[in-house]
């Protein structure tokens, strides 16, 4: 309850302060709403195609000023945690890759999978622009499992996951 109440509070205080902001994450919100429910009924690759749009004529916003701004924006969304706001990076990925097709930046989203030193497997969902990762803290060191969009045929060798 407190959470929630937290989140009303805040989401009042954007529409009122930074109205324009309020309506892109409200945007968002309804996406994210969409892509929670269509990962539920189809499989990735139709759910992600659903979210996604061709890319747009760029803006006159500087292209870093632009990723940052959509960055911050679903990154505050999700880490609201409340429902289906939750942070995961796939979400965070597939929202950006809309939103910055948008406005102009034409991305991929890729899959990813290593073995940690401790033998579990974790995975990891980011964005590439020009053939290089964008928007991370740190450069992703995964194994690239599925890449959107691509009519490649992405092959892993399951060997170097598997647990021994």
Same mark, same amino acid.
């Given at each position: 309850?407190?959470?929630?109440?937290?989140?009303?509070? *805040?989401?009042?205080?954007?529409? =009122?302060?930074?109205?324009?902001?309020?309506?892109?994450?409200? &945007?968002?919100?309804?996406?994210?709403?969409?892509?929670?429910?269509?990962?539920?009924? =189809?499989?990735?690759? &139709?759910?992600?195609?659903?979210?996604?749009?061709?890319?747009?004529? %760029?803006?006159?916003? %500087?292209?870093?000023?632009?990723?940052?701004?959509?960055?911050?924006?679903?990154?505050?969304?999700?880490?609201?945690?409340?429902?289906?706001?939750? %942070?995961?990076?796939?979400?965070?990925?597939?929202?950006?890759?809309?939103?910055?097709?948008?406005?102009?930046?034409?991305?991929?989203?890729?899959?990813?999978? *290593? *073995?940690?030193?401790? #033998?579990?497997?974790? #995975?990891?969902?980011?964005?590439?622009?020009?053939?290089?990762?964008?928007?991370?803290?740190?450069?992703?060191? $995964?194994?690239?499992? $599925?890449? =959107?969009?691509?009519?490649?045929? =992405?092959?892993?060798?399951?060997?170097?996951?598997?647990? &021994?």
């Amino acid at each position: 309850m407190t959470k929630t109440l937290t989140f009303l509070t *805040r989401a009042t205080r954007k529409a =009122f302060l930074g109205p324009a902001e309020a309506l892109l994450l409200l &945007r968002m919100a309804t996406w994210v709403l969409l892509l929670s429910i269509a990962v539920k009924v =189809f499989p990735l690759p &139709r759910a992600l195609r659903l979210v996604s749009t061709k890319t747009r004529r %760029p803006s006159e916003t %500087p292209e870093g000023e632009t990723q940052k701004r959509l960055a911050d924006a679903i990154d505050l969304l999700l880490k609201t945690d409340l429902f289906i706001f939750k %942070p995961s990076c796939w979400k965070r990925a597939a929202l950006l890759h809309r939103y910055l097709a948008l406005n102009g930046i034409t991305t991929r989203i890729l899959f990813g999978m *290593r *073995r940690e030193p401790d #033998g579990s497997v974790s #995975g990891h969902a980011w964005l590439e622009a020009s053939g290089k990762p964008i928007l991370e803290t740190t450069a992703p060191n $995964y194994a690239v499992t $599925y890449a =959107f969009p691509s009519n490649e045929t =992405f092959e892993v060798d399951l060997n170097l996951l598997a647990l &021994r």
